[in-house]
Nanobody, 122 residues
Framework: QVQLVESGGGSVQAGGSLRLSCTASGLTVTRNCMGWFRQAPGKEREGVAYSYTDYGSTFYSDSVKGRFTISQDNAKNTLYLQMNSLKPEDTAMYYC???????????????WGQGTQVTVSS
C-alpha cells in the first residue's frame, strides 16, 4: 500500500521560497513516477511538476518553469519541491502523487497524499 505524506507548506510573502517534502512508503521515489500537483479554491487540480528518474524524465508546467525544482532523496525516500520567487497565484493546496507506471503526469493508477497548504501574500 502506497502512503504519501506531504509537509513544508506555510505562508510566505511574494518573492519568498518554500520547500515541500513528500515522504513515501510502499514504493521507492527514485524508481517510480512522482509528481506535484496543486489546487486553488474554485479551480481544478493542475500539474506542477513530475519526474521518473529511471527514465531520466522531468517535466514542469509553464507557470512554474524556472522557479520550481523537483528532486528526490533516495536515502530518505522523499520527494521535494523547491519553490522560489513565489507569486500570489501560487497559492493553493499542494499534493504529492505517485504511480508505478510511467505516463505523462503519472496519470495511471495514481496515489495521492493529503496535501499541504501554500499561501503567498502580495
Amino acid at each position: 500500500q502506497v502512503q504519501l505524506v506531504e509537509s513544508g507548506g506555510g505562508s510566505v510573502q511574494a518573492g519568498g521560497s518554500l520547500r515541500l517534502s513528500c515522504t513515501a512508503s510502499g514504493l521507492t521515489v527514485t524508481r517510480n513516477c512522482m509528481g506535484w500537483f496543486r489546487q486553488a479554491p474554485g479551480k481544478e487540480r493542475e500539474g506542477v511538476a513530475y519526474s521518473y528518474t529511471d527514465y531520466g524524465s522531468t517535466f514542469y508546467s509553464d507557470s512554474v518553469k524556472g522557479r520550481f525544482t523537483i528532486s528526490q532523496d533516495n536515502a530518505k525516500n522523499t520527494l521535494y519541491l523547491q519553490m522560489n520567487s513565489l507569486k500570489p497565484e501560487d497559492t493553493a493546496m499542494y499534493y504529492c502523487a505517485a504511480s508505478r507506471v510511467y505516463s505523462s503526469w503519472c496519470t495511471i493508477s495514481r496515489s495521492w497524499g493529503q496535501g499541504t497548504q501554500v499561501t503567498v501574500s502580495s
